[in-house]
């Protein structure tokens, strides 16, 4: 069965820097990896979704890639903003299945 | 507007009791599913429904029910028998593409509080 892991747990950063987020899945026969946000008490909101015939995806400062051999994703946030802070969780559905979360990465943004 | 509508937003319950919390979609989306979130973990499946009048339980389904009589809602009761129900449950739809779960459009949540 699919697990899902995200590296680090927990990240703080000042205002304007660049950060990646990891997420490993153990699985490689993953179809589908999708990117949340959530904040505190709040739903999940779709970031980027990646289908396995793709390698990457791209929303405004957001890029997600997606390496199924090496059995990870990675979120790139470009010229990061205090609004970004949030927490930022990764899941993967094979086929058959359904999603896999992640436990997520907590992101703080420092003015 | 479309979109996934939760409620109650809080919710408390005595120990002994059912509750039902309610998750509505617009979305003429086909799968809907209920999750439950502990802090610091992800997201844990406790049932869904890919069909009106048929579901099928996730990892969690000890002490949870559900039904779907209708393609728009998918109510879920946390019945006496789930021992530790204090937790933020979300309730999330997607479309199916060729049988394929594809992206999943979530609620705001219900937070349960067992007191």
């Known amino acids: 069965k699919q697990e899902v892991t995200q590296i680090p747990a927990a990240l703080s950063v000042p205002e304007g820097e660049n950060l990646v987020l990891n997420c490993s899945f153990t699985d490689s026969a993953i179809y589908n990896l999708q990117w949340f946000r959530q904040d505190p008490g709040k739903g999940l909101t779709s970031l980027l979704l990646i289908q396995s015939s793709q390698r990457e995806q791209t929303s405004g400062r957001l890029n997600a890639s997606l390496d199924k051999s090496s059995g990870r994703s990675t979120l790139y946030i470009a010229a990061s903003q205090p609004g970004d802070s949030a927490t930022y969780l990764c899941?993967?559905?094979?086929?058959?299945?359904?999603?896999?979360f992640g436990p997520g990465t907590r992101l703080s943004v420092l003015p | 507007d479309g979109g996934i509508t939760q409620s109650p937003k809080y919710l408390f319950r005595k120990e002994g009791q059912n509750v039902t919390l309610s998750c509505e979609q617009n979305l003429n989306h086909d799968a809907m599913y209920w999750y439950r979130q502990d802090p610091g973990q992800g997201l844990r499946l406790i049932y869904y429904s890919q069909i009106v009048n048929d579901f099928q339980k996730g990892d969690i389904a000890e002490g949870y029910s559900v039904s779907r009589e209708k393609k728009e809602s998918f109510p879920l009761t946390v019945t006496s028998a789930q021992k530790n129900p204090t937790a933020f449950y979300l309730c999330?739809?997607?479309?199916?593409?060729?049988?394929?779960?594809?992206?999943?459009?979530f609620g705001p949540g219900t937070r349960l509080t067992v007191l």
């Open positions: 999330a739809s997607s479309p199916l593409k060729g049988g394929r779960t594809d992206t999943q459009y």
């Open positions: 899941a993967g559905v094979n086929y058959g299945q359904n999603f896999v």
